[in-house]
């Protein structure tokens, strides 16, 4: 039961890290200085979700856990975010459409977990359904702008919509230690949420494609080992190193 | 002129269309975009205030942005936008014809007045 609750703090966090890790990677390279500042606004507001769950990850754990030990010194197949976060950024469609798809899925999400019995994650979810709120408003008007924008931007949509389509299906696959929040359950109004979207975007939603599964139980795609080379680094040649 | 290519690469991506672009972020890219001010009103503030400008493709986007650059630290709670080409300013050459003539009517200031112990806030 505590390891199930432990794994499940751990998935939360791990996704919310790798994601925000991701998007950091924008900061000084965005297609303009204020959309620069707002994806790596929401990059933050994600590794402070994640933060926060690797607390209390780490207090569950006990003994020398820490978030810094939890973020830092677990090997790729211990993490357990989904394979949608790891993703490479691709063009700004591709990483506005990742952050989309995500953004929606983490609101339907957060809106069950702030009234599930755990105080914890419930309050950690209360907490950052605003921030989630105002990443959907965001990343669903760029995906209808750039869908519905130029030929060369639909085309681009289309593309990533190509990519990153084939992992939307983990999200509302449960695993074992999955038993909060019914997930299986946001999928249809996912996918609605999605449709409305994608249809004023004129963008095609996908049918019967095949789904990429594993992210949850630590199988990852080629992606996270790389992200992990660059996020722990410092750790792994200077143990304990600080600021 | 030395012509300068530098690539990055990132997590080993082939680089077609990696993170950041490359090219497309040019200054006539970003002048497509108009210019907008930004006015915030603080939590206290009454009015509201110019904070600064920047490029977004319509209103809703420069609010967004508006919200992204200037209020990341608690500055506002209400934000305006418009357009900078909406705005028509003073011209500072006739700084002279159109404020000069009010530097010595000092009778313009209400200080010639004795305000009765009765009337607040003046």
């Known amino acids: ?243 | 002129m030395k012509n300068l290519f530098i690539q990055k690469f990132y997590y080993g991506d082939i680089p077609e269309e990696k993170a950041g672009g490359s090219g497309y972020q040019t200054k006539e890219d970003a002048a497509n975009w108009p210019l907008w001010e930004v006015f915030i009103r603080s939590k206290q503030g009454l009015d509201h205030k110019h904070a600064g400008s920047l490029h977004a493709a319509d209103a809703q986007m420069a609010i967004e942005n508006a919200r992204d650059v200037y209020t990341r630290r608690m500055e506002g709670v209400s934000i305006w936008v418009v357009e900078s080409k909406y705005i028509t300013a003073s011209n500072p050459e006739e700084a002279g014809e159109l404020y000069e003539p009010a530097v010595d009517k000092v009778y313009r200031h209400p200080t010639f007045y004795d305000l009765p112990d009765e009337v607040n806030h003046m």
């Open chain 1, 1 to 243: 039961m505590k390891e199930a609750l432990i794994n499940y703090t751990l998935h939360l966090a791990d996704t919310t890290l790798i994601l925000a890790q991701r998007n950091s990677e924008w900061c000084g390279h965005g297609p303009i200085l204020e959309q620069d500042i707002a994806i790596t606004n929401i990059s933050l507001d994600l590794l402070g979700q994640s933060r926060n769950f690797y607390q209390y990850a780490a207090t569950l754990i006990g003994g020398d856990a820490t978030e810094d030990s939890l973020a830092y010194l677990r090997k790729e197949r211990e993490f357990k975010n989904l394979l949608l976060a790891e993703q490479p950024n691709g063009n700004w469609g591709q990483t506005i459409l990742r952050q989309y798809l995500y953004s929606q899925f983490q609101y339907l999400l957060f809106e069950k977990l702030q009234q599930c019995n755990n105080e914890q994650l419930a309050a950690i979810a209360a907490k950052s359904i605003k921030e989630t709120t105002y990443h959907v408003r965001w990343s669903s008007e760029w995906v209808i702008r750039l869908g519905d924008g130029t030929e060369e931007s639909h085309t681009r949509m289309l593309k990533a919509i190509d990519e990153l389509w084939r992992y939307t299906g983990e999200m509302f696959v449960p695993a074992v230690y999955e038993t909060i929040v019914d997930v299986s359950a946001l999928k249809n109004v996912w996918l609605q949420k999605v449709n409305i979207i994608f249809t004023e975007a004129t963008l095609p939603v996908p049918e019967k494609a095949f789904m990429q599964t594993g992210g949850k139980e630590g199988k990852h795609t080629e992606q996270l080992g790389y992200i992990l080379t660059e996020l722990q680094y410092m750790q792994r040649a200077y143990p304990g190193a600080q600021w």
